[in-house]
């Protein structure tokens, strides 16, 4: 039989899961503010930046991946990384070029563009690396 605090436990985790994590926002340079980069991009900013989708949960993109990898660090090497191959680091896509930012301080500058999507997205190299991006 599940226990009432059973429940409660499993909802709580959910909902932190379909959220993307918001905590996960404080480990990298404006993490609260990702661009999305959808061609009908109402809805601002990426929350679920280590997401295929805007509001995170489910699947890992590119960019989420690394991030598992650096052990959730904001590294210099995964700050020089360029996930989603699209020619920009993850530090220039964030904010962050010359890879100085430490938590809890101000980045260098304002976020560029997404460190998890191909951009642009119509070109012929990001559609094949975006096939599971959802722009909904
Ligand atoms: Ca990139």
Not at 49 to 70: C, E, P, Q
Not at 107 to 123: I, L, N, R, Y
Request: charged share 10%; aromatic share 8%.
């Amino acid at each position: 039989m599940i226990s009432q605090s059973t429940v409660v436990l499993v909802i709580c985790s959910l909902g932190s899961f379909v959220l993307g994590h918001p905590g996960f926002m404080d480990l990298i340079p404006n993490g609260h503010m990702v661009p999305n980069p959808c061609p009908n991009n109402s809805s601002y900013p990426w929350h679920g930046v280590g997401h295929n989708n805007r509001t995170g949960g489910g699947i890992a993109n590119v960019f989420g991946a690394d991030f598992l990898t650096a052990n959730m660090t904001w590294t210099k090497a995964f700050c020089m990384a360029d996930s989603d191959i699209d020619g920009k680091t993850n530090g220039f896509e964030l904010g962050d070029p010359d890879c100085k930012w430490v938590q809890g301080g101000p980045p260098a500058g304002k976020p560029f563009s997404h460190p998890g999507v191909c951009e642009p997205m119509t070109s012929k190299t990001c559609i094949a690396v975006n096939l599971n991006i959802r722009c909904i």
